[in-house]
């Protein structure tokens, strides 16, 4: 069995939103993301709305970058979700990620009912 086949829907008990991660260093890790995707969301009944957020990490590898953050929106636009860079290293945008899914599981409970609502802070 390949990685992303393993997913199982006992795995995901309790669990609200998804993080669909790749190296933007590796272009075989972005290449797989979508075969993930679509077990993520056979597993869930495919369920479209459910709330992901598609992550680029490493983004401090800039000499050694083999996905264009071009390439990246594009797909995070086909599958209708945020996309967020950020560096484990540095620091930069890791709580971004959070942030950013946490409102798409807001999005999803209908906890972000107006523009003006920001959701809870993670400190």
């Not at 797909?75 to 209708?80: P, V």
């Not at 946490?102 to 920001?118: P, Q, T, V």
Request: charged share 25%; glycine share 8%; hydrophobic share 40%.
């Amino acid at each position: 069995m390949d990685e992303y086949s393993r997913l199982s829907r006992n795995a995901s008990l309790g669990v609200h939103g998804y993080a669909l991660v790749f190296s933007v260093a590796s272009r075989r890790s972005f290449d797989i993301i979508g075969q993930v995707n679509e077990s993520l969301l056979n597993m869930l009944g495919d369920a479209p709305d459910v709330p992901r957020v598609l992550v680029g990490c490493m983004k401090d590898l800039t000499d050694q970058r083999q996905v264009s953050h071009m390439d990246a929106q594009k797909l995070a636009d086909s599958l209708g979700i945020p996309y967020v860079e950020c560096s484990s290293k540095t620091g930069e945008n890791v709580a971004d990620v959070f942030h950013t899914l946490i409102k798409e599981i807001e999005k999803d409970d209908g906890l972000l009912a107006d523009a003006g609502n920001e959701g809870c802070d993670i400190l």
